[in-house]
Nanobody, 120 residues
Framework: VQLQASGGGLVQSGGSLRLSCSAP????????MGWYRQASDQERELVAY???????DYSDSVKGRFTIARDSAKNTVYLQMNNLKPEDTAVYYC???????????????WGQGTQVTVSS
């Protein structure tokens, strides 16, 4: 199973970027799709996720600025990032988690990272 992420780049503070991640149809339909990020010398952290039922959650640091959405026709999840700040600079990773009824992680799939750099 492969997740294909794209859309990173260099942007000035206050600017916007949109990340995209495509997945196989079976993965997209059943997995909670999310974006994580990892800045230099820091641990990977959750940015946002969206469930097959379109429930979303965001880290406090991006609430009100980032929006996650999914396009079932294209099997793609997007992360629209607005009002970017230098502290958003990181490698962003697409993730697909298949969760059991109890919330246990059954499978955990990662895409390649895409670099987002926000200049001040």
């Amino acid at each position: 199973v492969q997740l294909q992420a794209s859309g990173g780049g260099l942007v000035q503070s206050g600017g916007s970027l949109r990340l995209s991640c495509s997945a196989p149809a079976s993965t997209f339909a059943t997995n909670r799709m999310g974006w994580y990020r990892q800045a230099s010398d820091q641990e990977r952290e959750l940015v946002a996720y969206i469930t097959p039922g379109d429930e979303t959650d965001y880290s406090d640091s991006v609430k009100g600025r980032f929006t996650i959405a999914r396009d079932s026709a294209k099997n793609t999840v997007y992360l629209q990032m607005n009002n970017l700040k230098p502290e958003d600079t990181a490698v962003y990773y697409c993730n697909a988690k298949l969760l059991g009824f109890s919330g246990a992680i059954i499978t955990d799939i990662w895409g390649q990272g895409t670099q987002v750099t926000v200049s001040s």
